[in-house]
């Protein structure tokens, strides 16, 4: 530590007089906070550790506050690699030595490495391709739905099942990483608020309202047009934005086209989330999240979980944890360090950042963070998982209030109406056959 200290004040005084003093003073309360104190808890004193002792903190700081991230494709992977079949999945060795998953550059999550990067939450992504929109999507998200539930249970060591604010923190104080489920485009549901209704019965906490492709009801960014002020959200989308307020279900914009954005902001009472992406300003990907869109985020009390894909973050192939922790800067100093939180999308991408390879290198971010002498420890835990439980608290203050005002389901619409365009039977003709 001395050592390291002298030779930063050298380097940043270029040698000037007066620095052994100043050196003088600051090793003395490097060496007294060191053996007597205490974490530093102020940034000043964050400046002048070293990396070591930067992640020691950063690990003490996991200790206390779950690490939430906000998505994580592993569930499609194992539906691609192994077809669900979890009896050959051995989720709590290295994958890197276990083919296929050692062979493939979309696999970087492992309970090995989980447990290296202290992760203490994460929202698992029951996906499915939007080609299976207006087919099965909606048994396809089911199944994976299931499969997160049987993975959980076969980790019952490692991994605990949560679906509430108050279950996150239970399971990280078990030691268990509190697992939950959200599930990625409303393509999912199938145009039914009877599906949504279901899901959140199943224990999903949130939905991302599209995926790259449009619903019958909201927009996503992935098929924007020019017309930029054309409608996100129909009379329907407006619905399921009411019905999960209602619910408790949190709200997800990742991959929502910017009129779908600002609409959902509009509608919903409880505070909105972007699971897994980053700032538009620095990268000006459609999948990043545009200042004035950050501004109302902040407004209503949500949360951007700022994502780590290279083409997101870099607007290109190469980037690294410095690149990520610039985002987060970025977003700080716009609308504050209450609204970030960290959306990795491992196992959704193939270009990770140097320094944030896989889910063993979040505490690297978080020594980033430090590193930069602005950042204290009460910032890290929100950021890391405080943010979170507070948006998910208000997600459920919001729904008791609703029962409490006795808001009863939304059932303007028929079930199944015939109009949605799914391929599928028409369970209204049926009816009137068997009334005859
Ligand atoms: C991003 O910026 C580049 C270079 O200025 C431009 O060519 C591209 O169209 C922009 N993309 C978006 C989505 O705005
Ligand atoms: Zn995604």
Known sequence: MEVYLLHYLLLQSGGQSGVWTVSVIILSIGTWVGRVGPRPADGELALLTSP?????????????????????????????????????????????????????????????????????????????????????????????????????????????????????????????????????????????????????????????????????????????????????????????VKEMNRLGMLIDLSHTARATMRDALRISKAPLIFSHSSAFAICNSSRNVPDDILKQLADNGGLVMVTFYNYFVKCGPQASVSDVAEHIYYIRNLIGVDHIGVGGDFDGINKTPRGLEDVSKYPELFAELLRSGKWNVLDLKKVAGLNLLRVLKQVERVRDDLRTAGITPLEDLPDSPDTIGNCALDINSVQRVTEV
């Open 52 to 240: 070591r002792e930067r992640l020691e903190t950063v690990r003490q700081v996991l200790s206390e506050v779950p690490l939430i991230d906000g998505h994580n494709d592993l569930p499609w992977n194992i539906r691609n690699f192994l077809h669900n079949q979890l009896a050959e999945f051995d989720f709590d060795r290295d994958l890197r030595q276990v083919a296929p998953w050692s062979k493939s550059a979309w696999s970087q999550t492992d309970l090995v490495r989980l447990r290296q990067g202290m992760v203490g939450g994460q929202f698992w992504a029951a996906y499915v391709p939007c080609e299976s929109q207006y087919l099965n999507a909606v048994q396809l998200t089911l199944e994976q739905v299931d499969l997160i539930k049987r993975l959980i249970e076969k980790y019952s060591q490692h991994m605990q099942f949560a679906a509430s604010s108050r279950e996150i923190l239970e399971a990280h104080g078990r030691g268990r990483i509190a697992s939950l489920i959200g599930v990625e485009g409303g393509h999912s549901l199938g145009s039914s608020l009877a599906v949504l209704r279901t899901l959140y019965q199943l224990g999903v906490r949130y939905l991302t309202l599209t995926h790259t492709c449009n619903t019958p009801w909201a927009k996503s960014s992935s098929v924007e047009d020019d017309d930029e002020d054309g409608g996100g959200l129909t009379t329907f989308g407006e619905m399921v």
